[in-house]
């Protein structure tokens, strides 16, 4: 007998998409599971943070700007290494492409696998709460409270089966602490509102952070700005940087214009620029779940993405420092494998246990706390695993080839590793076209 399974994906960005693409697919003929999945959307189109808007601040229907896009991006990866495994882009010269051809990929993606008839836009979840979670007799169900964004009518709650949490996690800025940051006489951002270097024309500015935001940022906002002060507790950066950056240590304080540093020195400046990473958020899920944002680290999750407490719950793309459509979809198909019970999750003292054991390896070794979810060289190990829980084939190999020529050619020369193309023979090694302006 065919059992109806009710699906709730929140958000149709990459990994909303990727969850409706597996979900919806009858690829699975012998499955006893047909899945109704909905995906509420809040925003009209799909693509999430790859919506470039000129926006910041609140959008149209007064909700925060989502995307935190700029408009001269370029991607930081090559696109052979960020699609989905099952649909390539159309070109792949240059690699490194810009948000718009992610877009168009996005929204080529959706219409060939028909999956805009599933989403349900201009729609925000507001609250999503487990019911029958005491009981014994009855399965346990999530009850889904949305709202229409444009006439803020709250509609009826929902029972769905399982949920799958697809929200990005690059929306809410994450602002340090800085002593005196209220008494700066200069302008403060974070990377979220940049969009343009314009902005920062003939002016002093400090950019804090330099990860891989602040790392583009400085190359966009050197040819405009008086000087570029890069404050960050990194080991110092060895390309070829601009002539007019100097780096610095991380923030001690603020004094007026003055942004002093933790080596002791200070300088007179316009404008601070937080290029400080994003804080996760799940608001709309209720204290029940039982999970947890601490300091940057999500709290009570199985291999990043189940909830150990009701493993009906799932979350989405909380790995970072990851490629993230394949990793994507490596986690949407475990996902559907549990509800199909091909694949039966350990007990929730193991779950537990595992992902324990997990955290304080990264201790060990020497990793902050909020590094939990940081993944780098693990995420290979990491899909490989997802892909044999869910017995299907691994992650080909060129993928990570390329994550890491990519990693090198950043290392050597951030301000022209964009410019290098790459193919994949037929033995499925990555080549090196050509890179122009390298070195
Ligand atoms: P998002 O794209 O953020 O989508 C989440 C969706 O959920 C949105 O559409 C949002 O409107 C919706 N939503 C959120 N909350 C709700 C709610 N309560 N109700 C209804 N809908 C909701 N990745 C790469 O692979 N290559 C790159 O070069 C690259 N560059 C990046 C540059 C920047 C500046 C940023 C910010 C990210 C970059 N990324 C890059 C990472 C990028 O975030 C991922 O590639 C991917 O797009 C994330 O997809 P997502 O679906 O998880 O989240």
Redesign the pocket.
């Known amino acids: 007998m065919e059992t109806t399974v009710k699906v709730a994906v929140?958000?149709?960005?990459?990994?909303?998409l990727c969850a409706l693409r597996h979900l919806t697919s009858s690829e699975h003929v012998a499955s006893r599971h047909r899945f109704e999945v909905t995906c509420?959307?809040?925003?009209s189109r799909v693509?999430?943070?790859?919506i470039y808007t000129e926006r910041t601040g609140s959008d149209q229907n007064g909700l925060p700007v989502?995307s935190?896009?700029?408009k001269n991006?370029r991607?930081?990866?090559p696109v052979q290494c960020?699609a989905f495994p099952d649909f390539p882009f159309k070109s792949t010269r240059p690699s490194f492409v810009t948000h718009e051809v992610v877009l168009d990929y996005l929204e080529d993606y959706a219409s060939q696998f028909d999956l805009f008839k599933h989403i349900k836009f201009q729609?925000?979840?507001?609250w999503i709460q487990p019911v029958n979670m005491q009981s014994e007799l009855k399965k346990l169900q999530w009850e889904v409270t949305t709202c229409d964004v444009v006439n803020k009518i709250e509609h009826q709650p929902e029972l769905f089966d399982a949920i799958l949490v697809?929200?990005?996690?690059?929306?809410d800025p994450m602002i340090p602490d800085i002593p005196g940051m209220e008494t700066y006489s200069g302008q403060v951002y974070h990377s979220h509102d940049y969009r343009v270097p314009e902005t920062f024309s003939d002016k002093v500015v400090v950019i804090l952070g330099a990860g891989?935001?602040g790392q583009d940022i400085v190359f966009e906002l050197s040819p405009l700005a008086k000087w570029v002060y890069l404050s960050h507790n990194q080991r110092p950066l060895t390309s070829n940087l601009p002539e007019n950056l100097t780096q610095k240590p991380g923030i001690k304080k603020i004094t007026g214009s003055f942004v002093h540093f933790l080596d002791g020195s200070q300088v007179m400046t316009d404008v601070v620029l937080l290029c400080t990473g994003y804080n996760y958020k799940y608001s709309?899920l209720a204290p029940q779940c039982g999970l947890k944002v601490v300091d940057g680290r999500v709290t009570g999750l199985y291999k990043h993405l189940f909830c150990t407490k009701c493993p009906s719950l799932a979350i989405?793309?909380v790995c970072r420092v990851i490629?993230?459509?394949p990793l994507?979809d490596f986690q949407v198909r475990l996902f559907r494998s549990v509800l199909e019970g091909t694949c039966v999750l350990p007990s929730k003292v193991s779950m537990d246990e595992d992902t324990e054991n997990d955290y304080r390896k990264r201790l060990e070794e020497g990793m902050p706390h909020r590094y939990a979810h940081i993944m780098d060289s693990r995420q290979f190990s990491y899909t490989n695993d997802l892909a044999d829980m869910t017995k299907t084939s691994r992650l080909s190999p060129f993928y990570s080839q390329l994550y890491y020529m990519c990693n090198d050619l950043r290392q050597q020369d951030l301000a022209n590793y964009k410019n290098c193309n790459f193919t994949i023979n037929e033995a499925g090694d990555v080549v090196l076209l050509s890179a122009e302006d390298l070195y």
């Not at 693509?47 to 790859?50: A, E, K």
């Not at 729609?123 to 507001?126: E, G, I, M, S």
């Not at 697809?166 to 929306?171: D, L, S």
Request: with cysteine; proline share 2%.
């Open positions: 929140v958000g149709a960005g990459a990994a909303g509420f959307e809040q925003s693509g999430g943070t790859w989502h935190s896009m700029y991006l991607t930081n990866l960020m729609t925000l979840v507001k697809c929200n990005g996690h690059y929306a891989m935001s709309f989405t793309g490629l993230p459509f994507f």
